[in-house]
């Protein structure tokens, strides 16, 4: 049984950071590669960033770029992602991911999590 549960969303002021946090039920975290995702009312689910099992290679959208940072702790079983600069464009629901490898979890990513809410108000 594999859970992923996302944390540390919440209301911010333009120009504010968030810490997101994603604890994960895997019984071989380190075996697999850790995305988030987000929604935006109205749009279609976006990739935002990822990372692979080692934590070496990390990739992100070029709207994050510079301002975010993933991240992961593989002896927590959790992965961050530290959103600074953030834009009320941000605003939207964040979803942590896992998948075996880093290309196939940009596509159909084989676990999600629940969703956890940030909203930046300008």
Same mark, same amino acid.
């Given at each position: 049984? *594999?859970?992923? *549960? ?5 209301? *911010? ?31 279609? %689910? ?10 070496? @290679?990390? %990739? ?6 510079? %301002?975010?940072?993933?991240? %992961? ?17 941000? !605003? ?8 075996? !490898?880093?290309? !196939? ?13 940030? !909203?930046?108000? @300008?």
């Amino acid at each position: 049984q *594999v859970q992923l *549960v996302e944390s540390g969303g919440g209301l *911010v002021q333009a120009g504010g950071s968030l810490r997101l946090s994603c604890a994960a039920s895997l019984s071989s975290f380190s075996s697999y590669a850790m995305g988030w995702f987000r929604q935006a009312p109205g749009k279609e %689910r976006e990739f935002v960033a990822k990372i692979n099992w080692s934590g070496s @290679s990390t %990739r992100y959208a070029d709207s994050v770029k510079g %301002r975010f940072a993933i991240s %992961r702790d593989n002896a927590k079983n959790t992965v961050y992602l530290q959103m600074n600069s953030l834009k009320p464009e941000d !605003t939207a629901v964040y979803y942590c991911a896992a998948d075996s !490898t880093m290309a !196939t979890l940009q596509l159909n990513p084989d676990y999600w999590g629940q969703g956890t809410q940030v !909203t930046v108000s @300008s």
